[in-house]
Nanobody, 119 residues
Framework: QVKLVESGGGLVQAGGSLRLSCAAS????????MGWFRQAPGKEREFVAA????????DYANSVKGRFTISRDIEENAGYLQMNSLKPEDTAVYYC????????????WGQGTQVTVSS
């Protein structure tokens, strides 16, 4: 069993930065890939970024490449999403998740944290 809790969301102006954190409990978290997803009002949830359980591989949505960086600290049982050069279209609820692979099997989800980017 893995429990995930996100934090770090907030209100920021366009061009600003935020760092989201995902605190995990459960001794098996280190064996899962970790992903970040987001859902904007009226839209479906979409993939943002993912990192393999060893941190050797990462993947990003085209819309955030070069602006967002995903990382994880296995010893701290935590994951992070550094978001730079934020745009109003990045406004959404951001969720972290634990999955079997980078792109599939996400069975554990956090409750989400709101990110609002003002223009």
């Amino acid at each position: 069993q893995v429990k995930l809790v996100e934090s770090g969301g907030g209100l920021v102006q366009a061009g600003g930065s935020l760092r989201l954190s995902c605190a995990a409990s459960g001794r098996t978290f280190s064996r899962y890939a970790m992903g970040w997803f987001r859902q904007a009002p009226g839209k479906e949830r979409e993939f943002v970024a993912a990192i393999a359980w060893r941190g050797s591989s990462t993947d990003y949505a085209n819309s955030v490449k070069g602006r967002f960086t995903i990382s994880r600290d296995i010893e701290e049982n935590a994951g992070y999403l550094q978001m730079n050069s934020l745009k109003p279209e990045d406004t959404a609820v951001y969720y972290c998740a634990a999955g079997l692979t980078l792109n599939s099997g996400y069975g554990y989800w956090g409750q989400g944290t709101q990110v609002t980017v003002s223009s």
